[in-house]
């Protein structure tokens, strides 16, 4: 890892212990890249049995990075993660947008920060979220529908207290199932319950 800057935290529930280094890509259900260069990239892994989705978003900055479901394409009515790492500490907060502004911060927060990372170029935001949130009115209810995925970042961390600096050229969507045709993968699953034989939908 000579050479390279690299900024970890473990925050959550799924405290790994150590800093295992940037995240290894095969262990996602599934990935796909937003941007047309591939440079901004959502991974995750429905865990049905669980109740809930790992996502992990990588976008080309260590600045503030977000993305989120939109139900109309637009900022409108999205629901959208907003974090990064500012002088080593993470900062990620669940937020709704209810206009072409900047998102506000959601009452309940409900999806959750495992790990934010940054590489000196790009930053890592792992985090997870119920399938049912149960916040009907500011988080996106996700459904086997696919739904526009919108992404954007900015070039430098927010001041504590301050909002994201918007960049209108960095952002972007891409339409995903995000439940479709999906199995559940995951390996630490199975074998916590193995009667569900990572199966079921
Ligand atoms: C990444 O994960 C896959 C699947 O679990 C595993 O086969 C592979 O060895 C891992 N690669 C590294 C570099 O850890
Ligand atoms: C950070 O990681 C990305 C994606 O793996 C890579 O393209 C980029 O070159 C890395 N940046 C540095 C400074 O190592
Ligand atoms: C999600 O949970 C809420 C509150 O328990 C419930 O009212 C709602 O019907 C659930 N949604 C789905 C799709 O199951
Ligand atoms: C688990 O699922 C696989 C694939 O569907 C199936 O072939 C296998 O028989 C199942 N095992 C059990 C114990 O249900």
Redesign the pocket.
């Known amino acids: 890892m000579a050479g390279i800057l690299l900024q970890c935290v473990v925050v959550a529930v799924f405290a790994f212990g150590v800093c295992w280094g940037l995240p290894?890509?095969?262990?996602w259900a599934r990935t796909e890249a937003l941007d047309s260069k591939g440079q901004v990239r959502l991974h995750w892994t429905p865990r049905i049995t669980k109740g809930d989705i790992q996502f992990l978003f990588v976008a080309p900055s260590t600045g503030w990075v977000g993305v989120g479901f939109s139900p109309n394409g637009g900022m409108i009515g999205a629901d959208m993660v907003i974090g990064g790492i500012r002088n080593g500490s993470p900062y990620f907060r669940d937020c709704h947008s209810v206009g072409n502004t900047l998102p506000d911060v959601d009452i309940q927060q409900d999806y959750e920060l495992v790990r934010a990372m940054e590489n000196g170029t790009h930053t890592w935001l792992h985090f997870s979220r119920k399938i049912n949130t149960t916040d009907l009115l500011q988080d996106y209810q996700i459904t086997n529908e696919a739904v526009d995925i919108i992404w954007a970042y900015g070039e430098r961390d927010p001041r504590i207290g301050e909002e994201p600096a918007y960049h209108a050229l960095n952002r972007g969507e891409r339409s995903l199932s995000i439940l479709d045709a999906i199995v559940d993968v995951g390996?630490e699953e199975a074998s916590a319950d193995p009667s569900k034989n990572g199966t079921e939908i």
């Open positions: 290894n890509q095969s262990r390996q």
